[in-house]
């Protein structure tokens, strides 16, 4: 039974697991807006197991990550792994810090 206000069919794209040997990457970057009204980027990432999650950044925290490779918008995050936004990140086979 579908929830009133709630899609009952998720998109095809949002169910399209990664082969498992990829690492979780970035399917969609987006401003949103913080509970104290500062703008903040909704990140949402595809993990290697198909689950899809949001995160957010503080405008400064993904300034400095897009900075430090060269990125000059949110759309050029898709398709980029998740790790480009943790710098200095140590990440094993399993795609974890």
């Known amino acids: 039974m579908a929830t009133p206000g709630r899609s009952s069919a998720p998109t095809s794209s949002m169910w399209n697991p990664l082969p498992p040997s990829e690492d979780a990457i970035i399917i969609d ?46 759309a050029e995050l898709r398709n980029q792994p998740w790790t480009i936004l943790v710098p200095n990140a140590q990440v094993d086979d399993n795609g974890r810090t």
Request: proline share 4%.
């Open 29 to 74: 970057a987006v401003l949103g807006v913080g509970h104290d009204g500062a703008a903040e980027a909704v990140i949402t990432i595809r993990y290697p197991n198909g689950a899809i999650r949001p995160v957010t950044f503080t405008s400064n925290a993904l300034g400095q990550a897009l900075e430090a490779h060269g990125i000059n918008s949110l």
